[in-house]
T-cell receptor, first 109, second 114 residues
Framework: ELKVEQNPLFLSMQEGKNYTIYCNYSTTSDRLYWYRQDPGKSLESLFVLLSNGAVKQEGRLMASLDTKARLSTLHITAAVHDLSATYFCAADNNNDMRFGAGTRLTVKP | NAGVTQTPKFRILKIGQSMTLQCTQDMNHNYMYWYRQDPGMGLKLIYYSVGAGITDKGEVPNGYNVSRSTTEDFPLRLELAAPSQTSVYFC?????????????FGQGTRLTVV
């Protein structure tokens, strides 16, 4: 059964700092996703990674995928307060999509 | 663009009551999903469907039923509601098999069972 683990679960950063969120998954996965969720809101898609070595960037966020290590990372560059949210990774295998527990990111001035 | 629409947004049920959470999407997506999210936790997959007439169990299907009679609609049925089913329920859809296959989520249904 596909399991997805994220770490850290909680992350408090200062503005301007860099940090990385890690996502491991247990079995071969067809795709790896990153989503953002603001408190009380729904999920917003950030990235879809389809192949080994895939790297995607949007603003201060960059996601990468290493299928051999079954690892994806979400790198935050020069964090700003607006990035405060919960970030989820998800992987799919055999048509269902499983989520990690989420990383609650707080960016402080 | 409506995207994925869930109704109702909020509901309070008494133990033992039943209800149907509605989900409809207007993007002609073949895949649809139901998740539950408990406070401070990630999403757990309840059921999913890869097309009309086809449904499969996810991680936590007990106490729920689904049907997929059309591409657009994927209702989730709760029979004999229990306090453990208090959660926020999200419906999602995606266009699997056609490249960029991100899932689009509805706004959620906040359910309380008392």
């Amino acid at each position: 059964e596909l399991k997805v683990e994220q770490n850290p679960l909680f992350l408090s950063m200062q503005e301007g700092k860099n940090y990385t969120i890690y996502c491991n998954y247990s079995t071969t996965s067809d795709r790896l996703y990153w989503y953002r969720q603001d408190p009380g809101k729904s999920l917003e898609s950030l990235f879809v990674l389809l192949s080994n070595g895939a790297v995607k960037q949007e603003g201060r966020l960059m996601a990468s995928l290493d299928t051999k290590a079954r690892l994806s990372t979400l790198h935050i560059t020069a964090a700003v307060h607006d990035l405060s949210a919960t970030y989820f990774c998800a992987a799919d295998n055999n048509n269902d999509m499983r989520f990690g527990a989420g990383t609650r990111l707080t960016v402080k001035p | 663009n409506a995207g994925v629409t869930q109704t109702p947004k909020f509901r309070i049920l008494k133990i033992g009551q039943s209800m149907t959470l509605q989900c409809t999407q207007d993007m002609n997506h073949n895949y649809m999903y139901w998740y539950r999210q408990d406070p401070g936790m990630g999403l757990k997959l309840i059921y999913y469907s890869v097309g009309a007439g086809i449904t499969d169990k996810g991680e936590v299907p007990n106490g729920y039923n689904v049907s997929r009679s059309t591409t657009e609609d994927f209702p989730l049925r709760l029979e004999l509601a229990a306090p453990s089913q208090t959660s926020v329920y999200f419906c999602a859809s995606s266009d699997q098999g056609r490249g960029n296959t991100e899932a689009f989520f509805g706004q959620g249904t906040r359910l309380t069972v008392v």
